[in-house]
């Protein structure tokens, strides 16, 4: 089992910044990579950003050139850079981290409790 606790969720006005963090603990031998989601009220939860433990990054189109995913191996954490802050952006975010082959999550992989992060316009 791998257990995931996100921080640094909040309120920004639009154009501002927030950095997430995720720490993984437990099994965090099963990681191969780590990743963002976010879920908007009424909306289906949609991949924001994911990084592989090689490093190898992929972003959604309506993040790019907005927000970056980073990893510190060392010590099992992600983050999540958001620049340009959008009120479109206001959702809940959950971290994600697994299994992970050819682009794809496999099992086992794991959810955090999610961050409300609200931009106001």
């Known amino acids: 089992q791998v257990q995931l606790v996100e921080s640094g969720g909040g309120l920004v006005q639009a154009g501002g910044s927030l950095r997430l963090s995720c720490v993984a603990s437990g099994s965090t031998f099963d990681i191969d990579a780590m990743g963002w989601y976010r879920q908007a009220p009424g909306k289906q939860r949609e991949l924001v950003a994911t990084?592989?433990?090689?490093?190898?990054?992929n972003y959604a189109d309506s993040v790019k050139g907005r927000f970056a995913i980073s990893r510190y191996n060392a010590k099992n954490t992600v983050y999540l850079q958001m620049n340009s802050l959008e009120p479109e952006d206001t959702a809940i975010y959950y971290c994600k981290a697994g299994r992970w082959y050819g682009g794809m999550w496999y099992t086992p992989a794991y959810w955090g409790q999610g961050t409300q992060v609200t931009v106001s316009s």
């Open positions: 990084i592989t433990n090689g490093g190898t990054t």
